[in-house]
């Protein structure tokens, strides 16, 4: 570049800007650096210091530079201030979306419930979304004191009826060993007690999804139809079931049987009061036909099967024996 090419106010511009090349920023620099202000007057003047008039041209230089791009910033800046306002609430709103639930579960832990019911004692609560559940003897629930997140996750052991509320954006979802049971709204009853052989869901009204750990589809069932899991061979069927109203009542205590062997009746005392009983061998094929009351006190259950039966009970041991 030429002293005749040299033009302070372009490179000034273009050093404000970054842009210089190398060799333009040594000759602005130079050009800079002949100017001799310590030669200047500064008695009248209300700077003190060369180094201070440095500053204030500098600044007039900017100021001027900076006054002709004004229309041009004016017309860009709110642009992508706009934007970019927007996309920090855009942001934010996703990351509190997003972390909304582990959140408020580090501010406010959500205590977890567990309640067991006794052998014989039938128990009925209601969940923080309205849920309405009976408990059956010998029975453990483990549920949210309220329900955060897309699903409302229970565990249970033993056996319940569940009315549960609908809510489409919120699945209903219960654990019950091996058996996992997703529910959108409806009525159902679970039994899924250690020691039986099986875990049974059993649908009143509505429909729900079983699945097992066996890596199969889950079965939709609906009304008057029930799964089996059978635990033994890891296997899960649905079937045909149209006494499944008879949960409204069993959830409260009262078995209805209408000729169910004694076999099948005792096993079902057991279940319900957790006690064991053993059957004189003429008596195991015998048919039943009566309601039982298992809320009531064992002996009197005994009592009236066996009135019913012409048998009588006693007990030996941990045992109850019927003889005939």
Same mark, same amino acid.
């Given at each position: 570049?030429?002293?005749?090419? %040299? #033009?302070? =106010? !372009? $490179?000034?511009?273009?050093?404000? @800007?970054?842009?210089?090349?190398? +060799?333009?920023?040594?000759?602005?620099?130079?050009?800079?650096?002949? %100017? #001799?202000? =310590? !030669? $200047?007057?500064?008695?009248?003047? @209300?700077?003190?210091?060369?180094? +201070?008039?440095?500053?204030?041209?500098?600044?007039?230089?900017?100021?001027?530079?900076? =006054?002709?791009?004004?229309?041009?910033?004016? @017309?860009?800046?709110?642009?992508?201030?706009?934007?970019?306002?927007?996309?920090?609430?855009?942001?934010?709103?996703?990351?509190?979306?997003?972390?909304?639930?582990?959140?408020?579960?580090?501010?406010?832990?959500?205590?977890?419930?567990?309640?067991?019911?006794?052998?014989?004692?039938?128990?009925?609560?209601?969940?923080?979304?309205?849920?309405?559940?009976?408990?059956?003897?010998?029975?453990?629930?483990?549920?949210?004191?309220?329900?955060?997140?897309?699903?409302?996750?229970?565990?249970?052991?033993?056996?319940?009826?569940?009315?549960?509320?609908?809510?489409?954006?919120?699945?209903?979802?219960?654990?019950?060993?091996?058996?996992?049971?997703?529910?959108?709204?409806?009525?159902?009853?679970?039994?899924?007690?250690?020691?039986?052989?099986?875990?049974?869901?059993?649908?009143?009204?509505?429909?729900?999804?079983?699945?097992?750990?066996?890596?199969?589809?889950?079965?939709?069932?609906?009304?008057?139809?029930?799964?089996?899991?059978?635990?033994?061979?890891?296997?899960?069927?649905?079937?045909?079931?149209?006494?499944?109203?008879?949960?409204?009542?069993?959830?409260?205590?009262?078995?209805?049987?209408?000729?169910?062997?004694?076999?099948?009746?005792?096993?079902?005392?057991?279940?319900?009061?957790?006690?064991?009983?053993?059957?004189?061998?003429?008596?195991?094929?015998?048919?039943?036909?009566?309601?039982?009351?298992?809320?009531?006190?064992?002996?009197?259950?005994?009592?009236?099967?066996?009135?019913?039966?012409?048998?009588?009970?006693?007990?030996?041991?941990?045992?109850?024996?019927?003889?005939?």
């Amino acid at each position: 570049m030429d002293n005749n090419g %040299f #033009n302070p =106010e !372009e $490179l000034a511009h273009k050093w404000l @800007k970054g842009s210089l090349t190398p +060799e333009e920023e040594l000759r602005f620099e130079q050009w800079y650096a002949d %100017f #001799n202000d =310590e !030669e $200047l007057l500064l008695a009248d003047s @209300k700077y003190t210091s060369a180094e +201070e008039i440095r500053t204030i041209i500098l600044d007039q230089i900017t100021a001027q530079i900076e =006054e002709q791009q004004v229309p041009k910033i004016k @017309k860009i800046y709110p642009l992508w201030r706009n934007i970019a306002a927007a996309a920090a609430i855009v942001l934010a709103i996703g990351l509190a979306a997003f972390y909304r639930v582990p959140l408020l579960n580090m501010i406010d832990p959500v205590k977890q419930v567990q309640l067991s019911t006794n052998p014989g004692q039938y128990r009925q609560i209601y969940l923080a979304d309205g849920t309405h559940v009976w408990l059956s003897p010998s029975t453990t629930i483990s549920y949210p004191e309220k329900f955060r997140g897309e699903l409302r996750n229970v565990s249970i052991e033993g056996g319940a009826y569940f009315e549960v509320v609908h809510d489409t954006n919120h699945p209903f979802v219960i654990q019950s060993g091996a058996v996992k049971t997703v529910v959108l709204g409806t009525s159902f009853d679970i039994q899924a007690y250690p020691r039986a052989a099986a875990i049974e869901v059993t649908v009143v009204s509505g429909k729900v999804g079983v699945s097992a750990n066996t890596g199969k589809q889950p079965e939709m069932v609906t009304a008057n139809q029930r799964t089996v899991y059978q635990k033994a061979t890891t296997t899960l069927f649905k079937e045909s079931y149209p006494n499944a109203a008879k949960f409204l009542n069993q959830r409260k205590g009262i078995f209805d049987f209408k000729g169910a062997s004694l076999q099948e009746v005792t096993r079902e005392l057991e279940t319900q009061y957790g006690i064991q009983i053993s059957l004189a061998p003429e008596l195991a094929g015998k048919a039943f036909y009566g309601r039982l009351q298992t809320s009531a006190p064992l002996n009197r259950t005994l009592d009236k099967l066996c009135a019913v039966m012409e048998t009588h009970w006693e007990k030996q041991g941990g045992t109850y024996l019927l003889h005939p």
